[in-house]
């Protein structure tokens, strides 16, 4: 299998890049099979504290392989290619969402349907001011797929998402900013600069209280109030005795900064 994905270490920091950007970085199942094998790994390791995710040439991803889905519908496999594509992308989805590790995309130009998705489904967005967002399902005759509905759905108002979805107009860095999507804007040939910046703040950060955070915020999407907030408690007492903890509370009084260890 070609190589559509590489990977690179910098002290505890990952970068994960797509690497096919003669055709945009196109999320085929190809890609999508070496990207989750990638950040599963990634998971295990307890040299890494937090991931970039970036693209390659004028696109971060351009989502699915169009010639590929032409191809299948031509051919009348059309569900069955959809069918493998999904059920590999939808895990990426699912992953990201509670992945116990900080994760950064870097967008570097063109965020196209499932391309969009794969950058809104890590916690923070730092997008060159080149960076391009497009819902581009609706040109397919396709509903927001990579958990579009859930991202649009939860982020924006009814009206909003819909808009988005219906249309699939581009969108660009400035207005993904202005809707709450991008954290941060930078210009092109700062992006890998910057986001290491943000990563390495990360990683000085309490790795246990970033994982139970995001575990808390995905949980809340669906929890009823009560069970949540129990849960919510439970966490914020394991939280307190954990080293992290002790080193936060003693860096506090003592008016320096944390050196937390994620544990």
Known sequence: ????????????????????PDNFNPLNLETGTQLLDIIENLREDSTIRCLIITGSGKAFSAGGDVKKFKESADNGTAGKV???????????????????????????GWAVGAGMNLALSCDFI????????????CKLALIPGFAGTILLSRQ????????????????????????????????????????????????????????RTKELFFEALSTPLDEHLE?????????????????????????????????
Request: hydrophobic letters at 40%.
């Open 126 to 137: 730092i997008s060159s001011e080149h960076g391009k967002f497009k819902q581009s399902f």
């Open 156 to 211: 924006l108002t009814w009206q909003q998402a819909v808009q988005m979805a219906f249309f699939g107009d581009t969108y660009s860095a400035e207005e993904m900013k202005k809707l709450g999507f991008v954290n941060v804007i930078t210009p092109a040939d700062q992006l890998e600069e910057v986001s290491m910046h943000w990563a390495e703040k990360f990683t000085k950060g309490p790795l246990l209280a970033y994982a």
């Open 82 to 108: 959809m069918d493998d594509l999904t059920n590999v992308l939808y895990k990426i989805a699912f992953v990201l969402r509670q992945y116990p590790k900080p994760v950064i995309a870097a967008v570097n």
């Open 231 to 263: 849960k919510e408690r439970q966490m914020q007492i394991k939280s307190a005795e954990s080293e992290d903890y002790k080193i936060g509370v003693t860096a506090l009084l003592e008016k320096k900064d944390p050196e937390f260890i994620g544990k």
């Open 1 to 20: 299998m070609e190589k559509m994905v590489e990977i690179e270490k910098k002290g505890n920091i990952a970068t994960i890049k797509l690497i096919n």
